[in-house]
């Protein structure tokens, strides 16, 4: 099983920035990618950022350019870098963790982190 700790969420003014980070532990070894989720009152959680172990990124069309995510191997951590916000940014984003045992994929979230952007 593999833990997932968010922390960096907030309230920013538009324009503003946040970086979000999630720290991974447990079974590390299984992990094959990483990601950002959000969702926002009345709405689905949708895929914002992900990374893959080999660290090709995808984003969501709305964050491109604005966003960016990375990850630190040695702390097993991966980061959101959130520049230039703005209040449709505004959901609760989830750290996600896709894990291989076997022939299985596993799908791991963390407890979620509120981002507010508003004046």
């Known amino acids: 099983q593999v833990q997932l700790v968010e922390s960096g969420g907030g309230l920013v003014q538009p324009g503003g920035s946040l970086r979000l980070s999630c720290a991974a532990s447990?079974?590390?070894?299984?992990?094959?990618?990483l990601g950002w989720y959000r969702q926002a009152p009345g709405k689905q959680r949708e895929l914002v950022a992900g990374?893959?172990?080999?660290?090709?990124?995808d984003y969501a069309d709305s964050v491109k350019g604005r966003f960016t995510i990375s990850r630190d191997n040695a702390k097993n951590t991966v980061y959101l870098q959130m520049n230039a916000l703005k209040p449709e940014d505004t959901a609760v984003y989830y750290c996600?963790?896709?894990?291989?045992?076997?022939?299985?994929?596993?799908?791991?979230w963390g407890q979620g982190t509120q981002v507010t952007v508003s004046t």
């Open positions: 996600h963790a896709k894990t291989t045992g076997g022939e299985h994929l596993y799908d791991y």
């Open positions: 447990g079974s590390i070894h299984s992990i094959i990618g």
């Open positions: 990374i893959t172990t080999r660290g090709d990124t």
